[in-house]
């Protein structure tokens, strides 16, 4: 298993609608957890970041963690064309405490 | 600058020859990454730099890609003898403390012909 696993897509959520975006991740990682967004031809833009099982909220944004199921999800409600972009899940490497392991990504679309 | 800088944002040279690519990072960020992003791929993890110092460089491919942050600010990655497998987004980024999350540049898109 990789650190951190991530479905590639595509999703398709119609405008409004609320995109759940899931990973998964391997002892390999420690509990600190951020979600990215990455534009096509962009580099990753941070939006998020968790480190306690629960639920963390930022706007249109909520990230969730499940220690024991070691996943993370992302959840952006009132979701808008704007959103279109891949989400990168990433973890830091237990090993180094420093390094981010990244997903593939989840290429999210949101239609009109 | 306000955010991650890097250069050239294009490059692109024949198989066998050096390159430099530059990355400057957020004023008073200590931290300092290079990743390399391939197409459908999240970003991979090549170097890390705490000040000066390469504090683990275990994610360079092979030993013809060096990196150097010889002030603690700007860092530049070299990559000797290019093959075609070295196209790829190189991904400069900073940080001001390891659990923070990373503030990419731009990247620096390189393409080996």
Redesign the interface.
Known sequence: QKEVEQNSGPLSVPEGAIASLNCTYSDRVSQSFFWYRQYSGKSPELIMSIYSNGDKEDGRFTAQLNKASQYVSLLIRDSQPSDSATYLCAAVNSNSGYALNFGKGTSLLVTP | GAGVSQTPSNKVTEKGKYVELRCDPISGHT?L?WYRQSL??????LI?F?GTGA??DS?LPNDRFFAVRPEGSVSTLKIQRTERGDSA?Y?CASSPR??????????TRLTVV
């Open positions: 931290a990454y459908g791929q999240g970003p991979e993890f890390y705490q504090a683990d994610g987004v991904l390891t659990d923070y999350g990373l503030f990419f540049g731009q990247g």
